[in-house]
């Protein structure tokens, strides 16, 4: 009996969480790729496959944060900067 509840309750959380990730919005048609060692951010259209834009100058670039709707991205490198050779 123990089994069968097991069971019943592990179906009932898949498909509760199946039927949330359906109901996710998709909001990013524009996908960025950072291209490590080549030193650009690679910008993509998601529908298409197309390339829009190579942005240069990120030295090491590895990882890329933003939010939607928002001005920026924030990116991450491995290589490093003293503080007085920072852009502001």
């Known amino acids: 009996m123990e089994t069968k ?3 019943e309750m592990k179906f009932a959380l898949a498909t509760a969480t ?3 990730l359906g109901t996710v919005p998709t909001f990013a048609t524009t996908v960025y790729i950072p291209e490590g ?5 690679l910008v993509v259209d998601a529908d298409t496959g197309s390339v829009e834009a190579r942005w ?3 030295e090491a670039v590895h990882g ?3 939010v939607p709707g928002a001005r920026y991205i924030v ?3 491995y290589s490093e900067v003293a ?3 920072a852009e502001a």
């Open 56 to 58: 240069p100058g990120f």
């Open 5 to 7: 509840m097991k069971t």
């Open 64 to 66: 890329l944060a933003g």
């Open 83 to 85: 503080k007085e050779e």
């Open 18 to 20: 199946l039927t949330l």
């Open 75 to 77: 990116a991450g490198s």
């Open 37 to 41: 060692s080549a030193g650009e951010i």
